[in-house]
């Protein structure tokens, strides 16, 4: 048989035919780099060990905060990041699970706007679901935003806060529009917040099954409640 799959390949060499697709039953490998005919890296499969860096216009920037995870990694024509879905899970020497999951789609050349995340860490567990704004990478993409965001770390304090809000205001910031899901006291909540990311409405459900809504006002303060007594 290897025989003759070695004949079909060389003939297949010669007269520029396209070989037989190889069928598996059953592969291991520690990374799969799934290309374009030119080369193009469209996505990753990798292991924890071998997990890559951050594709970013054909090349790729060093990620080492990345080798905790395994996962795959979505890459647009560009050769741009474009999401993807990394996840890890053990039990610690202290005898507590640490585990995580996030699966994400970003906007192009930015972060993500779509994310669905499960978390679990010294006994508390949240799973949520995000949906985000993302500024127009045309005006400010991702990496001039790490460029920007590092520069303002030189500065005091109050300053640095100062820029940070005039970024915010903008639109040059990730913010988070929306987000649904359960929270480390095990209630389950939605919040809808403005373009600069404050909350103005909370819809909650406790433990205990005490359901409230709270409208809030640009400050974070609470301006009205709504719940339901339980008792009749």
């Given amino acids: 048989m290897t025989a003759c799959a070695s004949v079909i390949a060389a003939i297949s060499l010669l007269t520029g035919a396209k ?22 890296l469209r996505m990753v499969i ?7 860096g951050e594709p970013w216009k054909g090349a790729e920037k060093p990620r080492p905060d990345r080798r905790t995870m395994a996962g795959m990694l979505f890459v647009n024509d560009e050769g741009t990041e474009n999401g993807g ?3 890890k899970g053990s039990v610690g020497a202290d005898g507590k699970v640490n ?3 996030s699966l994400t789609f970003d ?8 994310q669905l995340v499960h978390a679990e860490q010294n006994g508390h567990v949240s799973t949520t679901f995000n949906i ?15 460029e920007k965001l590092r520069s303002l770390s030189a500065l005091p304090a109050a300053e640095r ?28 909540a939605l919040a809808l917040s403005d373009a ?28 009205r409640t709504i719940s339901l007594d339980a008792a009749p």
């Fill in 196 to 223: 600069q990311g404050r909350p103005r409405l909370m819809l909650m459900v406790s433990a205990e099954g005490k359901a409230t809504i709270q409208m809030l006002n640009d400050k974070g303060e609470v301006a």
């Fill in 85 to 87: 879905l990394i996840q």
């Fill in 132 to 146: 985000n704004d993302e500024a127009d990478p045309l005006k400010l993409d991702g990496e001039k935003r790490q």
């Fill in 46 to 52: 990798s292991n924890r060990e071998q997990f890559p």
């Fill in 19 to 40: 070989a037989p697709p190889a069928k598996f039953e059953e592969i291991d490998v520690g990374r799969i780099n799934i290309r374009e005919p030119d080369g193009q």
């Fill in 161 to 188: 806060r100062a820029e940070m809000a005039k970024l915010r205001e903008q639109g040059m910031l990730s913010t988070n529009r929306v987000r649904i899901g359960t929270t480390g006291d095990r209630a389950s």
């Fill in 107 to 114: 906007r192009f050349r930015q972060d993500q706007v779509l």
């Fill in 99 to 101: 585990a995580g999951l």
